[in-house]
């Protein structure tokens, strides 16, 4: 019988790639054809506590771009912040910060 090999593949470097623990992520929201622009400012201004001028500037980049990232942080802060713009009934996902 032969001497076993004790040394471990090197996945330092992968995992560290996989894991990025404090990577940030991102409230989207989206363009739709329901609601009204000074809704979208209202509920901006109401949930996140925006200016009226920062709720307006992010309400056109929906309007206009199609989307906006309204909020970024941790993951878990960001599906709650979907969550509740899905019970304003604003579409909105969760992405990775740079995706």
Not at 3 to 28: C, F, H, Y
Not at 33 to 57: C, E, I, K, W
């Amino acid at each position: 019988m032969g001497v076993m090999s004790t040394a471990l593949p090197d996945l330092d470097r992968e995992t560290d790639l996989r894991a990025a623990p404090d990577e940030p992520w991102q409230t989207v929201v989206w363009n739709d054809p329901v609601n009204l622009m000074s809704y979208v400012v209202h509920v901006f201004r109401t949930y996140f506590g925006y200016s009226r001028d920062r709720a307006t500037q992010l309400m056109l980049a929906v309007h206009h771009d199609g989307h906006a990232i309204v909020a970024e942080g941790p993951r878990e802060a960001m599906e709650a912040h979907t969550r509740a713009m899905h019970e304003f009934g604003l579409w909105a996902t969760v992405r990775r910060a740079g995706a």
